[in-house]
């Protein structure tokens, strides 16, 4: 079983910047994807970003490409996002997760209890 915690959300003006971290009690090491997800109020949760055990490859939804950076530390087995020229429209409830096996979109196993951020224009 792999518990995630995320941490690091919070208010920010239009253009700043944040980082998120997702710590994971598990081993997860190189043998999970992870990624990052957001909920906006009324709105669908999205796929934002991920990236495979290794680290070598990453995916961005579209919105977000030339902003935001998502990278890990297997050894801590944490995952960051790095957020920059934040926007009010990336206001959202982030979730970190994990899933067994290579990258993807969809379909993750584990999740943890999200953390906000907001921007303010």
């Known amino acids: 079983q792999v518990q995630l915690v995320e941490s690091g959300g919070g208010l920010v003006q239009a253009g700043g910047s944040l980082r998120l971290s997702c710590a994971a009690n598990?081993?997860?090491?190189?043998?999970?994807?992870m990624a990052w997800f957001r909920q906006a109020p009324g709105k669908e949760r999205e796929f934002v970003a991920a990236i495979s055990g290794s680290g070598k490859t990453t995916n961005y939804v579209n919105s977000v490409k030339g902003r935001f950076t998502i990278s890990r530390d297997n050894a801590k087995n944490t995952v960051f996002l790095q957020m920059n020229s934040l926007k009010p429209e990336d206001t959202a409830v982030y979730y970190c997760?994990?899933?067994?096996?290579?990258?993807?979109?969809?379909?993750?196993?584990?999740w943890g209890q999200g953390t906000q951020v907001t921007v303010s224009s």
């Open positions: 598990g081993r997860t090491g190189s043998t999970y994807a």
């Open positions: 997760a994990a899933k067994y096996g290579v990258l993807s979109y969809t379909a993750y196993d584990y």
